[in-house]
């Protein structure tokens, strides 16, 4: 009776025909685990078809982060529940084809598997497939980590994991480390509690990009459930496993060490700083590495343990005050002057600093320049950057990264690339200036050399005169990466380059805010806004998409009567970027205003939203600064709210 009932819900429309189709796919096949199966019943017998809607109207994707979605459901079912409490992980993982559990994560891993397998066949390599996984603190993770690594085995490959949650940056690195041909990290980085993902990396280290990751994903559009649903049923213990030990923890330790130019700057001049994992892996390798170079850092106790429910916070995500709120009080009472914070999976760092009476956080475009400001005049300083190699050295940033390190770049005589929103865009260019670099000294010099093993400085000459270094990678989403071991933004690197940058700042006696305000009457204060709308399950997705086409096709002459002078369509073929190699297309708008603001559009890859980033800036050596600020966040206000207005109306047009 109760499929009938499913039958009725298509006819009548209560529910997608994709909706109908995946759950009786679910519900026919004699394999699948009566758990999954009794769950949709009862959504079904509850006529719950928004949550049938959510989990079942397509099947999960890959976006610009890999894989992410809701582990645990708006409603979670009683054999998903298993008998345990809300607070707990459930036993099972909600069942559906659109949200992230057993079945997409080992249809995930039998698709890397088979692509690994394709590309080592195709280059010749009579290798054994190598994978090494990581996990975070989430809901499920540990677990499917071990469902990850045994199905990989399964298939005929290597699989190494740690003996639990570590970073994604660490995953990153040892992916390189241990000469791995792709990785996996478990994590949904600062997604809510009830998210989790599956995060692919090849054997740069780096995330999956073209054409790698649409072949995974023609692999996994095209897997069967019944070629993985044998594997459901093995469990596996810790010992069964190749486990990473404590020399690859020291190993990436050391590593990063090149995040610092000057150590010396940390140990005579650090400020007091706060640390926050806000419940997640931060603490693990950040506060080791901060207290290795003489800095005083005390640890928020409540948020240094592991919470998949992240209980002390609405969202572990540190763009958040309020996430950063609990460390501000320890920097308050511990008269500390400097407040970090990652987030669960520590790629991203917050930065709060102390002013006045209270504390101020910056800005993720803030803290990118306060890094590459410093980092740049320390090269100099050093003469390792110097009026004859200054084109051997860049900065790298997405589109959607404050235009100030643009102008920042050019003030110090380097290049900039702009790349797609993805740090994975950014590892792809460190990856080819060391293939170029190699390449250069193989011809040039006739030797081969081993970038991994080379000392920072010796790196950094060798770059700067066959290819280019890269003085900083960052993206305003509070992505930093100071240094080129490491294929991903890294939030263990980024406190170390915060620090030093901070302690240089007190070495020469100048407030942060204060050193801010410089940069902004040098480059002209720039100040950048994100509107994020979100649209849940199928519905949101149609909303989004409908979004997207309406300004394409009827984007007007103006937008908040600031006429419109330029409109730059990424998902367009043949663009280029700044050393004209053609950009990946993608879902996205740039439109720039007559008065010099920008305006850009794109649907998140990783999250239900739609995400309108805006930047504002005056010009250069403003006679009133603070006016000038005044005056550029209010346009910047007025024209964010505009463009939330027009786009809910266009959603329902």
Not at 264 to 286: C, E, M, N, Q, Y
Not at 475 to 482: D, H, K, R
Request: proline share 4%.
């Amino acid at each position: 009776m109760t499929k009938e009932n499913l039958q009725k819900a298509g006819k009548s429309g209560m529910i997608f025909p994709s909706t109908q189709r995946n759950c009786e796919e679910f519900l026919n096949l004699s394999s699948m685990p009566a758990w999954a199966k009794e769950s949709i019943l009862e959504l079904v017998e509850n006529e719950n078809w928004e949550e049938l809607n959510d989990r079942f109207y397509k099947n999960l994707n890959f976006g610009t982060g890999g894989m992410r979605g809701r582990t645990i459901g708006k409603t979670i079912t009683k054999q998903e529940l298993g008998g345990k409490s809300s607070k707990e992980t459930p036993k099972h993982a909600a069942v559906g084809t659109n949200t992230l559990n057993e079945f997409t994560i080992l249809k995930a891993t039998k698709a890397l598997y088979q692509y690994v397998e394709e590309w080592l066949s195709t280059a010749g390599a009579l290798e054994q497939p190598r994978l090494v996984v990581a996990y975070d603190v989430r809901h499920f993770s540990s677990d499917f980590c071990k469902s990850v690594a045994t199905a990989w085995e399964n298939m005929g490959g290597y699989a190494m994991i740690f003996d639990g949650p570590r970073s994604t940056p660490q995953l990153s690195y040892s992916v390189r480390n241990r000469f791995a041909h792709a990785g996996v990290v478990i994590t949904a980085s600062h997604n809510p509690f009830h998210d989790n993902g599956f995060k692919a990396y090849f054997q740069d280290g780096g995330q999956l990009v073209s054409p790698h990751a649409q072949k995974v994903v023609e692999y996994y559009n095209n897997i069967e459930l019944d070629e993985i649903l044998p594997w459901l049923k093995e469990e596996g213990s810790l010992d069964q496993f190749n486990v990473l030990g404590k020399e690859d923890d020291l190993s990436y330790g050391a590593v990063l060490e090149d995040a610092v130019y000057s150590p010396d700057l940390l140990k005579d001049h650090s400020p007091k700083i706060v640390f926050s994992p806000i419940h997640g892996t931060g603490a693990i390798s950040s506060v080791p590495s901060l207290l290795d170079h003489g800095v005083e850092v005390v640890t928020v106790k409540l948020q240094n343990q592991f919470d998949p429910n992240f209980t002390s916070v609405k969202s572990p995500n540190p763009e958040n005050k309020e996430a950063l709120s609990l460390a501000i009080s320890e920097a308050k009472k511990t008269k500390s002057e400097v407040v970090i914070a990652s987030d669960p999976d520590c790629d991203r760092i917050g930065v709060a600093l102390r002013h006045e009476k209270d504390f101020v956080c910056l800005s993720g475009n803030q803290i990118a320049c306060l890094l590459a400001e410093y980092r740049l005049i320390s090269l100099k300083s050093k003469q390792i950057l110097k009026p004859e190699n200054k084109d051997g050295f860049t900065l790298l940033k997405t589109f959607v990264t404050t235009p100030m390190l643009e102008k920042i770049s050019n003030d110090h005589g380097i290049g900039y690339v702009n790349t797609p929103t993805g740090f994975k865009w950014m590892a792809q260019k460190l990856s080819q200036y060391e293939e170029r670099a190699a390449l250069g000294v193989r011809e040039k010099e006739g030797i081969g050399i081993d970038f991994d093993t080379t000392d920072l400085f010796t790196r950094i000459d060798i770059l700067s005169r066959y290819s280019k270094y890269v003085a900083l990678a960052a993206e305003e989403s509070y992505g930093y990466l100071p240094l080129d071991l490491v294929r991903d933004k890294d939030g263990n690197a980024a406190s170390l380059a915060v620090a030093e940058a901070l302690s240089y700042l007190q070495s020469i006696n100048v407030k942060p805010l204060d050193f801010l305000n410089k940069l902004y009457l040098k480059y002209g204060f720039h100040y950048e806004k994100t509107e994020n709308i979100y649209f849940e399950g199928a519905e949101g997705s149609e909303k989004i998409q409908k979004i997207m086409s309406s300004l394409r096709k009827s984007l007007g002459k103006d937008l908040n009567g600031i006429a419109v002078s330029k409109v730059k369509d990424f998902s367009e073929s043949g663009l280029l970027d700044e050393e004209d190699q053609p950009l990946e297309k993608e879902n996205f708008l740039m439109i720039s205003l007559e008065n010099g603001f920008t305006v850009a559009i794109r649907p998140s890859g990783t999250e239900p939203k739609i995400k309108f980033y805006l930047f504002g800036e005056s010009i250069p050596n403003s006679q009133n600064l603070p006016e000038t600020k005044k005056s550029i966040i209010s346009q910047v206000n007025e024209l964010g709210a505009y463009l939330v207005e027009d786009a809910n109306r266009r959603a329902t047009s």
